[in-house]
């Protein structure tokens, strides 16, 4: 665990010195949050409370989205360091891969829950009023999503060599991933071959469980999502898997894969 813990100090570090990234990892989910929601306010039928109201929609959406941007940018240290000589210092010190994993994925989940703490704390300004169960529930959501979106990204960065084509795999799958949450759309609304993609794509239970967490009782379609112990367990499933197999990468590539 000390391993693990300096390297997800290191990440913190790394990314308070780069003010650019909190703005822009913050800054870009809130603007696409009005955008979208005063576009589409007059025109969707939302679950949230307060009948029409896509910005409540969005909002738990908005959570997700900041979580993906976040989790996601912060594996691109991966291809940094191994440009700087840094990972293949850690990989041949006496340390198990394990150790280093953990702390490349706890430090990006950090720094992805920090910034989704910050929006939600934010949700009493456009009316949804949480209870402490239901934020309590929220951050636990977050926590998952936030752990297991980070391993994923660490998961494709650690065989990639250049940023660009970090980018090009993140627009092609990860974006994909979040607009077949939900957050833009409920799962009812869709089409049915889209609906079956919509259940299989393990983000929904997350959002999901954000939204059973915000909202409880007052969604007026219950119905069309996951149940909240479900949702919890998907996610957990989601990310207890997507670190196996960041551990299961990281240990079968050797100093001179990565050179």
């Known amino acids: 665990m000390n391993v693990a813990l300096s390297l997800c100090h290191r990440e913190l570090i790394r990314f308070l010195r780069q003010r650019h990234r909190i703005v ?9 949050w009005l955008l979208i929601g005063a576009g589409m306010n007059r025109s969707f039928q939302s679950d949230a409370p307060g009948g029409e109201n ?14 993906l941007f976040t989790a ?17 210092g850690v990989l041949v010190a006496p340390v198990s891969r394990m150790s280093i994993v953990m ?11 920090g910034q989704g ?5 934010l949700a009493p300004l456009i009316g949804i009023h949480l209870t402490l169960a239901g934020f309590a529930l929220s951050l636990l959501a977050m926590f998952l999503v936030s752990f297991a979106l980070t391993a994923l990204g660490l998961c494709i960065a ?21 607009f077949l949450s939900g957050a833009l759309f409920s799962v009812s609304g869709a089409m049915s071959v889209m609906q079956w993609v919509m259940r299989l794509n393990p983000l929904t239970y997350g959002l999901a469980a954000l939204r059973r967490a915000m909202y409880g009782a007052d969604l007026k379609s219950v119905t069309t999502l996951p ?3 479900i949702s919890l367990l998907v996610s957990t499933a989601f990310a207890g898997v997507m670190f196996a197999l960041a551990a299961r990468i990281a240990a079968g590539q ?5 050179e």
């Open 24 to 32: 822009g990892a913050l800054a870009t989910p809130i603007v696409f």
């Open 54 to 67: 896509f910005l409540h929609y969005f909002f738990p959406g908005t959570v997700l989205m900041i979580l």
């Open 72 to 88: 996601i940018f912060s594996t691109i240290s991966v291809i940094e360091d191994r440009r700087e000589g840094f990972l293949q």
């Open 103 to 113: 702390g490349k994925v706890l430090g990006g989940t950090l720094l992805a829950f």
């Open 117 to 121: 703490f910050i929006f939600l704390i």
């Open 158 to 178: 650690w065989r990639m060599n250049s940023t660009q084509g970090f980018h090009a795999i993140m627009n092609l799958f990860l974006m994909p991933m979040w």
């Open 227 to 229: 149940s909240l112990p």
């Open 254 to 258: 050797t100093k001179a894969d990565l």
